[in-house]
């Protein structure tokens, strides 16, 4: 069930949370979000490659966590992720690919810098 953690880059971590795992889901645009069924996101990552990404507002309190390949700590993202208490990585830098259904993990206990793993052979559910 569980693997080693492959980790596969790093990025600006906008509050600490400690560690955060669930299933990575890529958004690229609205019509990601209006095709999911809400019941859908409980464990849910979502992976943006935007950092003003506002088309997440509907689901964003419904998330675990997010990963921007952009956006900084004053980007609308970063100020909806606070509002919502959901835990934000900005600026990712992801040398090595995510896949949507990917157990990930995410290390978000140091102030500054958030840490993003694959959980290796995980089966996600």
């Known amino acids: 069930m569980s693997g080693e953690l492959n980790e596969v880059g790093t990025g600006v971590n906008l509050f600490p949370a400690g560690r955060v795992r669930g299933t990575a889901r890529w958004f690229n645009d609205t019509s990601d979000v209006l095709s999911i069924d809400d019941d ?3 464990g849910t990552i979502a992976f943006v490659s935007k950092g003003g990404m506002t088309f997440l507002s509907p689901i964003l309190p419904d998330l675990k966590a997010i990963v921007c390949t952009a956006g900084s700590r004053e980007s609308h993202l970063a100020i909806l992720s606070r509002e ?17 259904g990917d157990t990930v993990v995410l290390d978000l206990s140091d102030a500054e810098t958030a840490k993003v793993a694959v959980v290796a052979g995980a089966v996600s559910a």
Request: contains cysteine; glycine residues 0%; charged residues 25%.
């Open 40 to 42: 859908d996101l409980a």
């Open 84 to 100: 919502s208490d959901v835990p934000c990585v900005l600026a990712a830098e992801l040398p090595r690919p995510v896949s949507d």
